[in-house]
């Protein structure tokens, strides 16, 4: 991540990244964050597994979903 984030969009971007509504494209569209930039924000702000679990559904309902995440 090249840029400081405050805890508000921190927060923001973890929201809308456990959020099934919103994509991976739309947080780098309005955060300037990259896939593996989410996945390492998210795995340094949630429990171990908290990230385990999300990473888990984003997997598996990707597979289903052609643009999702």
Known sequence: ????????????????????????????????????????LMKSNLKTGSYQTWRKRVRDFGSRREYYK
């Open 1 to 40: 991540m090249s840029q400081k984030l405050t805890e508000a969009e921190i927060s923001d971007v973890i929201q809308m990244a456990l959020s099934d509504h919103v994509s991976f494209n739309d947080i780098k569209n309005q955060y300037g964050l990259a896939e593996k930039d989410v996945k390492k």
